[in-house]
């Protein structure tokens, strides 16, 4: 079976680089991604290709390529589905915020509205994708839509997540570490549908690293592959609140640990707390589904995960304010990053918030700065929260297009994101425009203590 006509449900922070980077490879297929959000689309065939919505290094030079060749945007979901032989759906499985499984289940009201559309306008059979991450079993409940809504055409459901981590997505496309294909393996329609999408990755991927399994497999190795990766940045946010109390340094801890090959290197960076669209969305997925089987310990066990991360974004901020003289009430704290880490304007979850929340609370003045962040952004992610009024959180922030106008009259600067240009900022200059004491809280462990220390700030690294 060859592949002609590719659609892709969602223009997301999935969808959008996937898809670019599956035409470029594969110039023979059209490539066509559609999305209800018209200003979304608009943005994505933005003539300035760097105005694209989704920033990652080395994206907008893959859509100046490709972009009206064979890869296209579009609002018109019927249209791009229809013409389709292989349908992704990379639409958001958020949290609910409402009903049974509030808080913890995934919101699956957009894969379902996407099934019902595709059986809706399908008119000939149809390959469909499960891109985005889903709770293990979801393609039973889409097969189970297409095939007694649809128009008697046949479909093959495939589930294909995704891996790429923001900051690193075109990389991550380019040279992943493996790609995971779960379908129907036991029947030779469903063996033709996953082979047709390993051709598809073959053309830049070796053989070997793409996996076949079925179809649950598939599912629930995602969800694992999140919790595990989330996992170690709270064990190792773990072990940074007893450094602190102990003399050890955490990251010594972590490069002797990292070392042992059994354990390994990577994903051991303590921080103030992982953020990120995915990582406590799957994870309470995944304590939801095992509580929904009655599995309470496997539940307590992955929980905990998350327990632990809030726990390090509350106690950074609470650090601040013990450190300030136990007040931060009309003092000016400067908060550099607001991303969930760097190389992305993405901000959902992103501990910035959380820790901005906390000193807005205490009355403290915000002023914020990140390279890629709009400051409409800014505010609708401290709206979302509903802790005050957007009157009031207009008043206590405002957001600058500059570190060291941010810095300027500040009496604390508290790192939030990694970004590379943080390191090398002139410390000097900063010092001599703060208040004194001058308070530097690095939540990111980015900058060099022993030089802050001796510029004069009063030094503090999470893990230390
Ligand atoms: P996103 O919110 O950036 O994009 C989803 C898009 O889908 C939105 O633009 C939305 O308007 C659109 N959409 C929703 N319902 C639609 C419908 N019925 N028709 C057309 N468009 C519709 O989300 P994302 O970050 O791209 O994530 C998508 C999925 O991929 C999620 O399940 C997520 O868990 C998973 N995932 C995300 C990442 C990541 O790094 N962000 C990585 C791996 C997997
Ligand atoms: C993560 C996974 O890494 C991807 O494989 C997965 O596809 C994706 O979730 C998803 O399903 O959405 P992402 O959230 O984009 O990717 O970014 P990560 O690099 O995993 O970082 C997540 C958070 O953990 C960030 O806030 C980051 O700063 C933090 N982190 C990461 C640490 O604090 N320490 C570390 O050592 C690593």
């Not at 915020?97 to 995934?106: C, E, S």
């Given at each position: 079976m060859k592949i002609k006509n590719i659609c892709c449900i969602g223009a997301g922070y999935v969808g959008g680089p996937t898809m670019a980077v599956i035409a470029q490879k594969c110039p023979e297929i059209k490539v066509t991604v559609v999305d209800i959000n018209e200003n979304r689309i608009k943005k994505w065939n933005d003539p300035d290709v760097e105005k694209i919505p989704i920033y990652e290094p080395g994206l907008s030079d893959i859509v100046k390529e490709t972009r009206g060749k064979n890869l296209f945007f579009s609002t018109d979901v019927d249209q791009a589905i229809e013409k389709a032989d292989m349908i992704f759906i990379s639409v958001n499985t958020p949290?609910?915020?409402?009903?049974?499984?509030?808080?913890?289940?995934?919101?699956l009201k957009y894969i379902e509205l996407c099934a019902r559309q595709i059986a809706r306008v399908a008119k000939d059979d149809k390959i469909v994708i499960e891109k985005s991450t889903l709770p293990v079993r979801t393609a039973a409940a889409l097969k189970n839509i297409l095939d007694n809504t649809g128009n008697g055409v046949k479909y093959q459901i495939l589930s294909n997540p995704e891996f790429l981590a923001e900051g690193t997505a075109v990389e991550d496309l380019l040279n992943p570490d493996r790609v995971l294909i779960g379908g129907d393996i036991e029947t030779e329609n469903g063996m033709e549908a996953v082979n047709a999408l390993v051709d598809i990755y073959a053309t830049w991927i070796p053989k070997e690293n793409i996996l076949t399994t079925n179809v649950w497999s598939s599912e629930l190795s995602k969800l694992t592959a999140n919790a595990f990766l989330a996992q170690r940045v709270s064990s190792i946010n773990a072990m940074s609140q007893l450094c602190e109390v102990t003399g050890a340094d955490v990251d010594e801890v972590a490069r002797a640990v990292g070392k042992d090959s059994r354990i390994g290197s990577k994903f051991l960076k303590s921080s103030v707390g992982f953020g990120g669209s995915c990582f406590q969305k799957d994870i309470l997925n995944l304590v939801y589904i095992s509580r929904s089987f009655g599995l309470n310990e496997v539940a307590d066990y992955w929980e905990q995960v998350i327990i632990m991360n809030d726990h390090q974004k509350r106690r950074f901020a609470a650090n601040m304010v013990q450190t300030m003289f136990n007040t931060v009430a009309g003092k000016k704290i400067a908060i550099l990053g607001w991303a969930f880490?760097?190389?992305?304007?993405d901000t959902r979850e992103s501990a910035a918030i959380y820790v901005a929340d906390y000193l807005l609370n205490e009355q403290a003045e915000i002023e914020v700065y990140d390279p890629k962040v709009t400051e409409e952004q800014i505010y609708s992610d401290l709206d979302y929260l509903g802790s005050r009024s957007g009157d009031v959180n207009r008043q206590a922030v405002t957001v600058v297009d500059s570190a060291l106008v941010a810095c300027e009259d500040a009496h604390a600067v508290a790192i939030l994101t990694e970004w590379d240009e943080f390191v090398n900022l002139d410390w000097k200059k900063i010092y001599d425009k703060m208040y004194k004491p001058a308070f530097l809280f690095d939540g990111r462990r980015l900058l060099n203590s022993k030089t802050k220390k001796e510029i004069g700030f009063d030094f503090y690294a999470i893990g230390n």
């Open positions: 949290t609910k915020t409402y009903g049974i499984g509030k808080g913890m289940a995934a919101d880490k760097k190389d992305t304007n």
